[in-house]
């Protein structure tokens, strides 16, 4: 029954994750595009492990010969103790080079693995980065961390080793036959019957082995999406007294995981085996059948000997090819999840056309904006509202009533389904992306607070600004006493989010970093929504400084903040209602005057 429980509670909290099996079937296109991430690596170090491998692989196919053919039928045969010395010599110094030649295989396959990884890495998260909001809205932080981290380090074994193994042991394995064909056919075709029957039998588990490997990569895509859910959501855990629920609930995922590991693993293990069995049935082919060739005359006890040298020597890359396999449909499950973020395209993407939006006056025209987030149920409908250069609009209406979805449009974010919006005249769809947000800055209510110093935390949007520009925003916005207080003032380091300072610390951060950036466009999310009454005040004056000559939207419950906006739109369901200044719309006694007596309860307050 707990058990049940348990699951119901992982199945509810996961019935919306986006992550999935992927139903593709093994395909060379998909591994070879992984592959070509190796390309750079194609004059030195790729080069120079084949080499190696070479190298490795000639010695280990002639020394059998030398012991078997040379040693026994030659050497000792005829008792000629000169020919041994040196064939111990030979055996001995193509022994030492296949060592040397092995470290440096391993040496350079090492660093040629971790730079391809760095580089899978490298591009994921670059392209990550470009995708726009709904990608992100659509997907748990965890869950793309997994792609980043869990995803591209699975495939860290099948690029160190993996590939050059592949490679090593398909030259061995033909090479070997080769030998074995010319040393005797008869036995080589006895007990190479075996294979077939090796084969079909391996082959039948690669759906499943390959299956099983996605859902690992599920399983913990879950189990990490968890992990950064309940670190960031601890407070609220603990608040409500449901650690015990959260334990179950990572309980269940947690034996998911184990439990899709086990079965993979399982399967994995299979292939092994197989092999052992194929290769101590080929023995006894050998001795039976090898000893009837030595009676007859047909080989000698040299080559015999060596043929028993290149039949283990045999069974050893066919081993390690199913673990190449395996590898290779780990890699493929990875690889599926990777490509499906590398091949997702952004919705807000740059025209080939498009033309860098430089020093604008910050005029903004909304044109029968339609939008929809999800194409049913709609964000704005038929919007059409001007703001001028270096005006303060104000945004105002209930919770979703468009107001988050204008400040959306204005930095393209999203792009409208219809209508059009613009700057300075330009449609932003004609603009790159750069340029217009290099003229913009948000702050919203919920702040976000990077680890680092505070001084770099003010100049996110203007890494080249100097220390007395830093203080100086932060003075403009009432920052600079509180941080000057701080055990090592702008050098005093902040933890993810910002949590040794209050929310309206912040806040007051957030405020200074957007000054400094300069923009000519200001959104303010509900800035002031969690800032006491002492803090408002303060931002307040310094929001004259901050909001002269530019170009400013407010979007605010608290409708004290806004008295002092040049124009006021009232939203409701993506449309307006009403618009003009703070009189204005209090005298028309409409929706705008309810929502201020509804908020502060008495009309003469305000």
Known sequence: MAKKVKQQIVNNRFQYSTDEIIEKPFNWKQMLRLFSYMKPYGKDLLPLSIIMVLINTGIRLIIPMLIGVYTLDKALVDKDGNLLALLVGVIAALYVCSYIANYFRIKWMNTLGQSVIYDIRKHLFTHVQTLSHKFFDQRSAGSILVRIMNDINSLQELFTNGVINLLMDIILLIGIFVILFIMSPELTLAIMILLPIMFFISTSLRRNIRRSWQTVRLKQSKLNSHLNESIQGIRITQSFHQEKENMQYFDGVNTETFESWRVASQKNAMFRPIVEMTNAVGTAVLIWYGAHLIQTDTISIGVFVSFAFYLGMFWEPISRLGMVYNQLLIGMASSERIFEYLDEKPIVSERKQAIALEDIQGHIEFEDVQFSYNGKRTALNGINLAMKAGETIALVGHTGSGKTTIANLISRFYDPTGGSVKIDGQDLKNVTLASLRKQISIVLQDTFIFSGTISDNIRFGNPAATMEEVKASAKAVGAHAFIENLPNGYDTEVEERGNILSVGE???????????????????????????????????????????????????????????????????????????????????????YHLVKAQFNMLDVV
């Open 506 to 592: 912040r806040q007051l951060v957030s405020f200074a970093r957007a000054l400094l950036a300069n923009p000519k466009i200001l959104i303010l999310d509900e800035a002031t929504a969690s800032i006491d009454t002492e803090t408002e005040m303060k931002i307040q004056t310094a929001l004259k400084t901050l909001l002269k000559g530019r170009t400013s939207i407010i979007i605010a419950h608290r409708l004290s903040t806004i008295r002092d906006a040049d124009h006021i739109f009232v939203l409701d369901h993506g449309q307006i209602k009403e618009q003009g200044n703070h009189d204005e719309l209090m005298n028309n006694k409409g929706e705008y």
